[in-house]
């Protein structure tokens, strides 16, 4: 009773939170882990690969620089920077020092977290700002100058004049910097001497990028033509020119100087170029398709002759490396490009079709041992389960070649255009064939060995890829949009769904995988033709959908390819291998028996040894949206932000609690825009803008279904904990239309009951512990418009009272004894109610858009765009106030349903933070003996506003003792 009086007393005084700042207004709480979101605007990667800062957004003249690790990618610190525009960013080759470049420089200490200003002048940086690889120097060119500071006492040494220089580069060994001072001049300049020792004369007039090799001999630059040229140091002559480019990001030798690499980035893509360097001749080697327009070199080559190159793809960070020399063995023959291969199954034999042919190798050679080339261009060859037969198309007809007698010994005529996929059943009885003529034409092998035409299928579009199960009970056949699933035994239609082409069958025969589109792969139930999971594929390529897949022959292997290079997944831990990057697209893929080869078909036929260097995958956090725990409080799952005016990215993440590493990345159907769990954590819910609800099976993280409510874009989801599961639940789910719809599932089937009064977008939505009461609020366009909260009651579904707000309803949290009720809303309040009777029992002034009550129900915890609030319900007091959210703000904050003093929260930068309440009554950060004297000397003490009160419930007792106790040491590094 004593809180809830005291909760009267500052609604009926008005007490604003801005007079309660006390001894509790903490810059932050005990963070156990961040986890920030995107990769935005200027980044930089640490000299060691382990780092990576980018600048996510201004606010006011301030910018926030964030600095991850690439090891887990959680956050290791954000910095303010006085900067309103950030251009570039770098690291000290030791990471002591995080340079920021904009309309000034900064410089960051980044252990003390100092930062200072850099003198310029009145002049503005103009290049980007870089270290030498000695750590001794740091320099910057500007409008009138270039700038250069001694890093051991940051005394900066006098200004080279300029007017034309963009771009600055120094030695490897710290000893020469180079420089454009003018028109049409470079000059190579003595750090040692403090004197210019060379100049090189070009035709152009500026350059943007400039780099030394590892032994200073040679100069890469890109010249205002935007072409990428090599100049001799010693006597200033140019040695190479690699081409014209545009959207240049960075140039890299590797450290032996035998490799140049450049990365280029496009509007959704990005490329890596590689020349081989021997001597002054400069061959190209390589080129390689990242999608994603953000890709940065991670580390130069190292001695295996892999360069790590990170990449952002989708809401992950790909550290992927590249083989820059990869060991292919080129097959002669066909050089006008290979549209399909294959392997046979004892190891002895390999196939390439394609436009001029096919030529049949064996495995030991490289020369074809027959070339077949009868007209017509083949697209699909297959050989059959014993290897004794080739199967090929040239054209609209299916050819059997025997390779022991090198003979054609049977045609198969019947298509009416080109023939684009074959397969053999497993027995190898029959063969299925697919073309362009949008039918599949399954033949049989007769006891006389005559094939004959068994079974025609018809598609909606050309058939592109045939599949029989390895059990041999299904065969699979898809489109560019779908497939169709027909049970051999008697050939009816069991499953239609929406897979594409390329088809491959698990080794088991229960699941299918089937190309989507953004590279996603989709894993299908078989025979239900339900979806399973969504697959994110690495990360390479040209191609919206993969063009080419297969399993390895152990069944444990998926490698595909999306156009521009060849990635190897691992389906039991889900992992990608090292990419291999080809001169040009990628057609076709297979397996050769042994599984330690890949035989890729692109302009000519190649065999690669499968990769074995793994991607690293760190996922980032996706946007300031929702969050939910699991109710037993091990993961937490967040969806991207909902707006009227702007789409999420189509994916939530799970993220385990106990360390913040990446659990799952649900791929939804649409923009997501809220997520929910079932009371036992059985089910996950993500709605999407389209009025769609996905269901997720947490046990094993699979799709389940997806259903519509009909609503034209759901915006809230929860779920009623009085109903058990797996097989039962009534979820209640809120729309941009303002109706909230029932959903009510058991064994016995599906009701759905709508419930009309809002004609706003519903924005907060709950339902009481015991389901009697279902509680619903809006947002305004105007959000400081009043609004309603209404009150129903259930099982009715009927209206029982209202709850009058001043602004839009941002917020609502109920109780965990469902009496009361929390609001934000945009009036900038914060409001407690008596659920049944609509009493209003107090209200505070709080700038706040989430709300939430913690396990017991006596704290109340609220993020906003000034930080985090923590009351106490049983005092009537705010116990904290933790400002250091304010420069980014918190979208979204949730208690643990199993740790009273535990919260995640989500900032405005898009960074998820799992962070907890310590007893810690001196407010230094750290539990230590002056805590627990404090509580001891407090002991028996009762009352609002006491230090030693860690458990907030009014009293000093045994419960804050065992706090301090099992706390001790937290925070005391």
């Not at 709605?687 to 094993?700: K, R, Y």
């Not at 929260?905 to 907890?916: E, H, K, M, N, P």
């Amino acid at each position: 009773m004593r809180g809830r009086a005291l909760w009267y007393w500052v609604a009926g005084f008005g007490l604003l939170l801005g007079g309660l700042w006390g001894a509790w207004a903490q810059s932050r709480p005990h963070i156990l882990w961040m986890r920030p979101g995107q990769v935005q605007g200027a980044t930089a990667i640490s000299w060691d690969g382990r780092l990576l800062a980018d600048e996510y957004r201004s606010t006011g003249a301030y910018t926030t620089v964030r600095v991850r690790s690439l090891e887990n990618g959680l956050l290791v610190r954000t910095f303010m920077v006085p900067e309103l525009n950030v251009e570039s960013l770098a690291f000290s080759p030791d990471n002591r020092y995080l340079a920021v470049a904009g309309f000034g420089l900064h410089l960051i200490d980044t252990a003390s977290g100092e930062i200072r200003r850099l003198d310029t002048g009145t002049d503005s940086p103009r290049s980007e700002v870089v270290f030498s690889a000695d750590g001794r120097w740091m320099g910057i060119a500007t409008s009138r100058s270039v700038r250069i500071w001694r890093t051991a006492d940051w005394v900066q040494m006098p200004p080279l004049p300029t007017t034309n220089t963009y771009a600055i580069a120094f030695s490897y060994d710290g000893s020469q910097l180079a420089y454009s001072p003018s028109p049409n001049v470079i000059q190579i300049f003595s750090l040692t001497e403090w004197a210019v020792i060379r100049d090189i004369n070009t035709t152009d007039r500026s350059f943007s990028h400039l780099v030394f090799s590892p032994d200073g001999q040679a100069l890469v630059l890109r010249s205002h033509s935007n072409q990428l040229l090599v100049w001799r140091v010693a006597d200033g002559q140019q040695i190479a020119s690699l081409g014209t480019f545009s959207g240049f990001v960075e140039v890299s030798y590797s450290p032996d100087g035998r490799l140049l690499g450049l990365i280029l980035q496009g509007s959704d893509r990005s490329e890596l170029r590689i020349w081989r360097v021997f001597g002054q001749t400069y061959t190209s080697v390589a080129s390689h398709q990242f999608v994603g327009a953000f890709a940065r070199f991670c580390r130069s080559l190292s001695e295996e002759g892999v360069w790590e190159v990170v990449s952002r793809v989708g809401n992950a960070i790909a550290i992927s490396p590249v083989l820059a020399q990869p060991t292919f063995t080129t097959l002669l023959g066909t050089t006008a490009g290979v549209w399909s291969v294959a392997a046979s199954r004892d190891g002895q034999w390999l196939a390439a079709g394609g436009s001029s042919g096919v030529d049949v190798y064996l495995a030991t050679s490289t020369v074809p041992r027959y070339r077949l080339q009868l007209g017509g261009i083949t697209r699909g060859v297959t050989f059959s389960p014993d290897s004794t037969v080739l199967a090929f198309n040239t054209g609209d007809t299916v050819r059997l070649f025997d390779l022991a007698a090198g003979q054609i010994i049977a045609s198969l005529a019947g298509h009416t255009s080109v023939v684009l996929a074959l397969d053999f059943s497993p027995d190898g009885v029959m063969l299925a064939s697919g073309g362009a003529d949008r039918t599949v034409r399954v033949w049989r092998k007769t006891a006389g060995n005559e094939w004959q035409l068994l079974r025609l299928l018809y598609a909606e579009a050309q058939v592109q890829s045939v599949k029989f199960s390895p059990d041999g009970q299904w065969l699979a056949i898809a489109t560019e949009s779908r497939t169709y699933l027909y049970r051999v035994s008697d050939w009816q239609l069991v499953s239609t769904f929406a897979g594409r082409a390329p088809l491959v069958f698990a080794a088991d025969s229960t699941r299918l995988y089937a190309a989507g589109l953004n590279g996603l792969i989709y894993i299908w139930r078989v025979p239900e033709g339900t979806l399973w999971k969504r697959l994110e594929t690495p990360y390479l390529g040209t191609a919206q959908i993969p063009v080419a897949m297969v399993l390895s022959p152990s069944g444990d292997r998926l490698a595909f390819s999306l156009g521009g290079g060849v990635s190897v997944i691992d389906l039991s831990t889900g992992e990608s291998f090292a990419n291999y990057a080809l001169p040009s697209s990628i057609n076709a893929v297979a397996f050769t028996a042994d599984g330690q080869k890949i035989l890729v078909g692109s302009q000519s036929a190649f065999l690669a040894p499968v990769p074995e260097r793994k991607d690293r995958v760190i996922h980032s956090q996706i946007g300031s949206g929702t969050l939910v725990f699991d109710p037993a409080g091990e993961w937490i799952a967040a969806s991207g932000a909902f707006s009227l005016f702007q789409q999420s990215p189509p994916w939530a993440c799970v993220w385990r609690v106990q360390d913040g590493s990446h659990l799952t990345t649900l791929l939804v159907g649409g923009s997501p825009t809220a997520v929910a769990t079932s009371p036992r954590g059985y089910w996950l819910f993500l709605s999407t803008l389209d009025g769609g609800i996905d269901i997720w099976n947490t046990a094993e993280w699979s799709f389940h279904d997806t259903y519509f409510d009909g609503s034209n874009g759901i915006t809230t989801l929860t779920f009623s904990p009085v109903f058990s599961e797996p097989t039962e639940w009534l979820l209640a789910s809120g729309g941009v239309n303002g109706i909230i719809h029932l959903t009510y599932t058991s064994s016995a089937g599906t009701w759905r009951r709508t419930l009309l009064w809002h004609q706003l977008p519903i924005s907060a939505i709950g339902i009481t512990p015991d389901g009697r009461w279902l509680v619903s609020g809006v947002r305004q366009n105007d959000a400081s418009q009043p609004t309603t909260v209404v009150v129903w009651r259930l099982p009715e579904g009927v209206v029982s009272h209202f709850l009058p707000h001043g602004g839009s309803v941002y917020s609502a949290a109920i109780s965990p004894n469902g009496e009361l009720l929390a609001t934000a809303s945009g009036d900038e309040r914060v409001r407690l109610w008596r659920i049944a009777s609509g009493q209003l029992v107090g209200a505070v002034q709080a700038n706040v858009s989430s709300v939430s009550f913690s396990r017991s129900g006596n704290l109340l915890g609220a993020g906003g765009d000034r930080g985090i609030t923590i009351w106490s319900l049983t005092t009537g007091e705010r116990v904290r106030f933790f400002t250091e959210e304010i420069s980014e703000g918190v979208r979204e904050f949730e208690f643990s349903p199993v740790d009273e003093y535990q919260f995640a929260y989500l900032r405005g930068d898009s960074t998820l933070v799992l962070a907890t309440i310590l007893p810690d009554p001196d407010g230094n950060g750290c539990v230590d003996d002056q805590d627990l004297l404090t509580v001891l000397f407090a002991y028996g003490q009762q009352g609002a506003g006491l230090d030693a009160d860690v458990t907030f419930d009014g009293v000093v007792d045994d419960q804050d003792l065992i706090r301090v106790l099992f706390e001790y040491g937290t925070g005391c590094n």
